[in-house]
Structures are given as C-alpha cells and as structure tokens.
C-alpha cells in the first residue's frame, strides 16, 4: 500500500460505507461497527505501523488525508480512526519489554481497534495530570479510575489507559497501560448523548481495582507524560485538524449544492445565482477551508522535518482548526438559512459535530495558553 492507494481506498469506504449511514447514525447515537469492518481488512487500521508488524509505514501525510476523506463522510469515524491510530503508534513505541506483539499484529489483520483512554473526571480536560493512581502488586498493578470521556467506548478493543505511578511524586508522573477490553473491573459507566460526534460512543468508563500485569504496562514508570507529548499529541493534533478540515469540505460543497439548487420560483434565480451576498459568505468559507488545507500541509511538512518551530505548529494547527471548523459551519448554517435549522440538510450535524474539536483536549483555550508562554519563553508546565 501507498499513499495514493491507502487515500483513494478511505475514499472509496467514505462513499460507500460512510456516507449513506451517517445521518442516521448520528440522529440515533450508533457506533458505527460497519465502518471498522471496512477500514481494518482494507489495511487502514494498521497505516503507520511499521512493515515489521505488518504495517503499511505510511507518514502523517497519508494519514491526515485519510481522516480528512472520512472526515467528509463522517466526522464521528474519522475520530474513532483517530483515537485508534494515535493508540496504535502509543502501543508500537512502548517501552522493551512489554507484550505488544500479539495486539499489534491483531491490528495488522485488521481486527483490532484501540482507542486512548486518558481524560479524567478529576482532572477535566488536563489529561496530562490523572488523578487515578496504580498500585503495584506481586504481579503488575491495580487501577482504579473514573475515565471521563473515552471514544469507542465499548467498542474497542483495547485501551490506552493513563494513571500516575505508584512511587510517583509530580502530577504528571503518569505511566500508560494497555488494557483488554473483556478485563475484570473495565466498564462503560454511562451512555454517550453529545451535541456532535453522536456517532463516536465517547462515553464515561470506570476501572475498578483493574488488574495489569507488569508486560502490558507500555512506558517505564512516570514516562507515560513523555509518550503523550511526543507520541500522542503531534498524532492527536495533526488528525484533529484533518477532522476538522474534512467537516469545512462537506459543509462548503453542501452549501454550494443548496446554492445551486434551492430556487426563488418567483425570480426564476437560484438563491446562489439570485443573491451576492450568499455567494460573497460561501467564497469566505472556501478562503478559510484552503488556509486550513494549506496550515495542516505546513504542519506535515513540520512532522517529516522537524525543526525549532515544530512544537509551536502542532499547538497551533489544533487550535486554529477548531476556530475554523466553527466559523466555517456558522456560516453555512447562515447561508442555508431555515433549510439547515430544520435539518433539510447535513450542514447541521457538520454545525453539531465541528464544536468538538475546540472542547477535546488539549482544548483551544489551553493551546493558547501553551503558545502564549511558548511566545514568551516561559515552560509550558
Ligand atoms: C466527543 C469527545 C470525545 C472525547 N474522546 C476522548 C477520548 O477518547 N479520550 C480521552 O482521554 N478524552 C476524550 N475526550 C475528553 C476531552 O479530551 C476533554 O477532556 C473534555 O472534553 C474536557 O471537558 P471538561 O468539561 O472536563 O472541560 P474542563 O476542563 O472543565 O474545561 C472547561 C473550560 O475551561 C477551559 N480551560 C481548562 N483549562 C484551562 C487552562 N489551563 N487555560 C485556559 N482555559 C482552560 C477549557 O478550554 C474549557 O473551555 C473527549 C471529549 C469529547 C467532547
């Protein structure tokens, strides 16, 4: 598999598995199961896992175009992908030692989705700093954990799971385990009914006194912050763009297909042909989708050759994504007026499902943070 066959085969599964599926998913909150029964035996589950494992070694440049084409069809499986990539590569870097090969050569065959299970109901969207705690016994640890959102919930696998290390002393001396989804003490605690990603089981679960052997703990003790931050974060950031870029995509050609086809009988004009003004706010809504393109092929450039600026570029892209995805849907929703507010369309649900990004962490808010004192030349923690 390369590039170009890995895109045009996300494509192909967003037409035909995706697109037909999405509204409706989305109205009744479903998990989409057909869609990873489509991506894992078309090899996509696997992307950027190296040929070693069974990998296809691909790039975030292939990547990012593949979440951005599900993305179009719908943006709760381009999440679903995305958390599982960015748990993949976790499970691929961990430390020597741990027992990852069974799991990564179940995702090679296609039959195995994972997903990151970090964010805390302590710590809010801080997911660098779990509250949770491991306690080591003769045989691995035990954690017991309120996990606030996790997507796929119930549906994965496995999970890349945070808690802070039994002698660990700092907030973010947090350690990642891999933990089967059958595990004694793992469960959904609570239905996921979001605003947007509907789609995406991004439900609460809970560990209690969950048991993890020393060979499926993935970082040494308190390394887990630095698998998150190098590992995780650039994956994370980059695939959130993509997401949100894919969202602006759907949302300009609905907009324009509405343009085109909705009529003022009356004036025997389109309302695209009849009015400039709609036509002045689509333009800026096409301006903004191709500076996103442009910002997210910045950032990959930044990925493949990382240079000083590349820290700064991975914290901006997430943030100016969410901004965009917002403004852009805002103003379809504008534009195709009563139609796209009675749900006519699909612009609502791409209106519903663009607000995620800005509130998933690291949120908009916190990036500016990070970049301010990055701008300033102050540690980010
Ligand atoms: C659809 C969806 C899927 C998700 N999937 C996952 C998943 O798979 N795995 C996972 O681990 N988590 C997941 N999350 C959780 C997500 O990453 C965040 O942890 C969660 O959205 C934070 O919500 P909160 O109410 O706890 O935010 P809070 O922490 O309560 O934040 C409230 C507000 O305060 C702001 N804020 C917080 N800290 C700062 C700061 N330092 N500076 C400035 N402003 C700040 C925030 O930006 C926000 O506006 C998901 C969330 C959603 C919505």
Not at 122 to 134: K, L, N, Q
Not at 183 to 196: E, H, I, K, M, N
Not at 294 to 313: C, G
Not at 356 to 364: D, E, K, Y
Request: hydrophobic letters at 50%; glycine letters at 8%; charged letters at 20%.
């Amino acid at each position: 598999m390369n590039h170009e066959t890995a895109v045009s085969s996300a494509k192909e599964i967003a037409d035909r598995v995706l697109a037909p599926a999405a509204r409706q998913n989305d109205k009744e909150g479903r998990f989409s199961s057909e869609a990873i029964k489509a991506l894992g035996p078309a090899g996509l589950l696997s992307i950027m896992l190296p040929a070693d494992v069974g990998g296809a070694a691909l790039g975030p440049r292939t990547f990012a175009a593949i979440v951005s084409a599900l993305a179009e069809a719908d943006a709760s499986v381009a999440m679903v992908y995305l958390m599982h990539v960015c748990a993949a590569a976790t499970i691929a870097a961990a430390r020597k030692g741990a027992t990852v090969a069974p799991t990564l050569k179940e995702i090679a065959a296609g039959r195995h989705l994972s997903t990151l299970a970090f964010s805390e109901a302590g710590s809010r969207s801080h997911f660098w700093a779990p509250v949770s705690r491991a306690r080591r016994n003769a045989a691995g640890v035990h954690i017991t954990a309120k996990k606030s959102f996790v997507t796929s919930a119930g549906q994965a696998s496995s999970y890349v799971v945070s808690a802070l290390a039994p002698q660990g002393t700092a907030p973010t001396d947090s350690t990642l385990y891999l933990i089967a989804s059958g595990a004694r003490g793992l469960s959904v605690a609570g239905a996921w009914d979001g605003l947007g990603l509907r789609a995406n089981a991004s439900a609460p679960m809970t560990l209690d006194d969950c048991e993890v052997s020393y060979e499926s703990q993935l970082t040494d003790d308190g390394a887990g912050f630095q698998a998150m931050l190098q590992v995780v974060l650039p994956l994370f950031n980059l695939g959130s763009a993509a997401v949100a870029l894919g969202i602006c995509r759907a949302a300009v050609a609905g907009t324009a297909t509405h343009l085109k086809s909705a009529r003022f009988e009356h004036l025997g004009q389109s309302l695209g042909e009849s009015l400039p003004t709609l036509r002045a706010q689509i333009a800026t809504m096409q301006i903004d989708t191709d500076g996103l393109a442009a910002r997210i092929d910045d950032l990959i450039d930044h990925l493949e050759r990382p240079r000083d600026t590349t820290v700064l570029r991975v914290l901006e892209s997430k943030a100016a994504a969410g901004d965009t995805a917002i403004a852009v849907t805002s103003a379809a929703m504008r534009i195709c007026g009563g139609a796209a507010f009675a749900k006519h369309m699909a612009v609502e649900r791409l209106f519903r499902d663009a607000h995620a990004g800005a509130v998933m962490a690291p949120t908009g808010d916190v990036l500016r943070e990070f970049i301010g004192k990055a701008v300033l030349g102050m540690p980010l923690f």
